[in-house]
Nanobody, 123 residues
Framework: QVQLVQSGGGLVQAGGSLRLSCAAS????????MGWFRQAPGKKREFVAA????????NYAESVKGRFTISRDNAKNTVYLQMNSLKPEDTAVYYC????????????????WGQGTQVTVSS
């Protein structure tokens, strides 16, 4: 079993930055593939970014490419999402996810999920 505890988020003006963190426990972090998803009000949860356990692979949703960066610190069992140049349309509840299968993390089909954290971008 894997537990994911998120931190960060909050309210920021358009053009600003935020960093989300997600700390994992319960299983060896360096074999977990990690991802970030978000869900805006009235919309389905959507993929944001994913990073492989080895850090050799990562991918992003087109809507966040060039603005968001996913990274991980295996020594701290933590994955991060650095969000720059935020837009009002980035407003959502953000979730971190983990799985032993990288494709599941990239396809909204991960086994383990964080509790979610609100990100609100004002115009």
């Amino acid at each position: 079993q894997v537990q994911l505890v998120q931190s960060g988020g909050g309210l920021v003006q358009a053009g600003g930055s935020l960093r989300l963190s997600c700390a994992a426990s319960g299983r060896s972090f360096n074999i977990l593939h990690m991802g970030w998803f978000r869900q805006a009000p009235g919309k389905k949860r959507e993929f944001v970014a994913a990073i492989s356990a080895s850090v050799f692979a990562s991918n992003y949703a087109e809507s966040v490419k060039g603005r968001f960066t996913i990274s991980r610190d295996n020594a701290k069992n933590t994955v991060y999402l650095q969000m720059n140049s935020l837009k009002p349309e980035d407003t959502a509840v953000y979730y971190c996810a983990a799985d032993l299968n990288y494709f599941k993390v990239s396809r909204n089909d991960a086994t383990y999920w964080g509790q979610g954290t609100q990100v609100t971008v004002s115009s």
